[in-house]
């Protein structure tokens, strides 16, 4: 799977918005900072609090609840701000609208558990993809390449005859 690559990916992105570039090894002691070198840097650091605000809840296992609904938040209200000034230029609409989603999602289920029973634990993880879903992409995936599959491969891959 790319999932690893992409995390690590993410976490260089993360990494280098963290950099401070008036500092060594960027800028040699006794000089002044490069400004070309401080305004690459500054480029980045929006782009990375986004990623960290994204990524951290998912893959911090010690944040509470709590901390993960705020970091989504953050990451919620960054990406609006930026693509409401830049729109398509900052990201493609479909992976606003994805972004968007996946976090009104994640909090409309904590909602619905509090609703529920306030009592009972919740975890990200509790905000999977519904059966049906999932039966789709094994289905999709089993296509490889041509994920086009038919009715009669389907059914031979789930088995129903």
Do not use: W
């Not at 558990?113 to 009592?119: A, R, S, V, W």
């Not at 086009?148 to 059914?155: C, G, R, T």
Request: net charge negative; with cysteine.
């Amino acid at each position: 799977q790319d999932v690893p690559h992409a995390v690590a990916l993410m976490n260089a992105v993360i990494s280098l918005g963290n950099i401070d570039p008036t500092l060594p090894p960027y800028t040699l002691e006794g000089t002044e900072p490069d400004a070309n070198v401080i305004a690459d840097f500054d480029t980045i650091k929006i782009p990375s609090h986004i990623l960290h605000s994204l990524l951290q809840p998912f893959i911090n296992i010690m944040l509470s609840l709590t901390e993960q609904v705020i970091l989504l938040c953050c990451c919620a209200h960054l990406i609006y701000a930026c693509y409401r000034n830049q729109c398509r230029v900052f990201m493609p609409n479909q992976l606003y609208y994805d972004i968007q989603t996946l976090i009104k999602n994640i909090l409309f289920c904590i909602t619905q558990q509090q609703k529920l029973d306030p009592t009972q634990p919740f975890t990200l993880l509790d905000t999977g993809d519904d059966p049906i879903e999932l039966l789709f992409t094994f289905l999709h995936m089993c296509g490889g390449h041509n994920s086009a599959v038919n009715y009669k491969q389907a059914l031979d891959h789930l088995g129903a005859t």
